[in-house]
């Protein structure tokens, strides 16, 4: 027992061999929730990673279940993005280490010819050895000489097919340096075979951990390195457009509300599944219906809340002021943030700073003008005075003075003079 949980500490990954199939990643799944390997099924000719040992052997609910098409593009990706130039020093210890395989698998071929051989010439001795009167013995003798010729032919013949030539093992820096350059453009070619990519794949892959949250639109997926280094990537759980559409997306939903979103499509020239152009409201829905999470979104499951701005509602709450307030700071430019126009909800960019300087926290500097003196100096109202401090880049703060807050102004400069 001791020699087997050795031997599993020895090959964690457990990948098994290359096996035939569309499944990239197969041998490299395994189930987040039960920690078994997860096999691949296929319906309708489409092929998925699913966990259902337990299912089989207890008829209990099927554990995980995953599209391999979904998750292999989305690993193959990401595979292709770090696999540069960056990468060459790991690409030519990759290079060694084929080329020692080769030599090993090259001396198993020459211990089987080499046996194949002897038991080719020990048949030989025998037959030469019979006695000619003894024609039944002399033909069996025959025969079995035959067979070990043939064996020895064949295996000879698929020695000299598998066998890499000189110039496969060997690779210059220059060459490893092209490969990786265009690894992308030689992906995508008719002449590279999914066993092959299964190949590279798993040189770099030492195994690929799915987990479906519940409730949930998206399959996490964690993908452990060679090496130790993990990545952890979403696969949607349903997706009816491009998958390349769904990552930019995405990548976009962080930093950008839904009508800058469709802005930046349109600008890409990328299209709706049914060839639209893009709208606010179009992205909102795929967003929704993929489960995309989102910096600027109501929806408390899809928030994204370390995008740095807040809703209207979250921002008077920490300066303990009203709504109302809130937009017209916005309006007056003591508050930067992002506004679709019409009835779109306002974000507020916030920062520690922000907080800082109109929440009260910050303390009286000598150098400060109060705002209500200026609106005499220059007979200006209050939102003048602010609008043009804001222009001409002074800071402005709010301080607690006694019970109540007042507007103060830092001059960046000597002189507030208009």
């Known amino acids: 027992m001791a020699t087997l949980e050795n031997n599993y500490q020895q090959f964690p990954a457990n990948q098994g061999a290359v096996r035939e199939g569309p499944a990239l990643l ?88 080499q046996r194949l051989s002897y038991q080719a010439d020990l048949a030989r001795r025998r037959y030469e050895a019979v006695d000619p009167a003894n024609r039944l013995v002399a033909l069996t003798l025959e025969t079995d000489w ?11 013949h698929a020695y000299q097919q598998n066998r890499p030539t000189q110039h496969q093992l060997s690779s210059t820096r220059e060459e490893m340096e092209h490969v990786l350059t265009h690894l992308r ?36 997926a964690e993908i452990g390195w060679q090496g130790g280094a993990t990545s952890t990537v979403e696969v949607p759980k349903y997706l009816f457009s491009a998958p390349h559409l769904f990552y930019r997306i995405t990548e976009l939903a962080h930093s950008l509300p839904d009508g800058q979103i469709a802005d930046a499509l349109n600008a890409q020239g990328l299209q709706t599944v049914k060839g639209r152009a893009w709208s606010a409201r179009r992205v909102m829905d795929f967003r929704l219906s993929n489960g995309i999470s989102s910096g600027f979104t109501v929806n408390p499951q899809l928030r994204l809340t370390d995008n740095g701005y807040l809703t209207t509602a979250e921002a008077a709450a920490r300066l303990e002021i009203n709504q109302t307030t809130i937009q017209k700071w916005y309006k007056l430019g003591l508050l930067q943030g992002k506004h679709a126009g019409g009835q779109k909800a306002l974000w507020i960019a916030w920062t520690e700073e922000v907080e800082r300087r109109l929440g009260g926290q910050a303390s009286f500097d000598l150098r400060m003008l109060s705002v209500k003196s200026l609106c005499k100096v220059q007979g200006k109202t209050w939102e003048q005075v602010i609008r043009w401090c804001v222009e001409e880049g002074h800071q402005v703060y709010r301080l607690r003075r006694g019970t109540t807050f007042r507007f103060y102004v830092l001059p960046a400069s000597c002189s507030l003079q208009p």
């Open 26 to 113: 197969q041998g490299l799944v395994w189930c987040k929730h039960c920690g078994r390997k997860m096999r691949v099924c296929y319906h309708d000719g489409q092929p998925y990673y699913t966990c259902d040992g337990a299912h089989r052997t207890l008829g209990t609910a099927i554990c995980n279940r995953a599209s391999a098409g979904r998750v292999d593009v989305l690993v193959e990706d990401l595979f292709l993005t770090l696999m540069n130039v960056t990468t060459l020093e790991q690409s030519m210890g990759a290079a060694q280490k084929l080329r020692e395989e080769a030599a090993l698998v090259d001396r198993q071929w020459q211990e089987k010819l």
């Open 146 to 156: 035959n067979e070990r010729l043939v064996e020895l032919e064949a295996a000879q």
């Open 185 to 220: 453009d030689y992906w995508y070619q008719d002449g590279v075979s999914n066993q092959e990519k299964k190949d590279l794949l798993r040189c770099v892959l030492e195994r690929v951990t799915l987990e479906t949250p519940t409730p949930g639109k998206v399959i996490r």
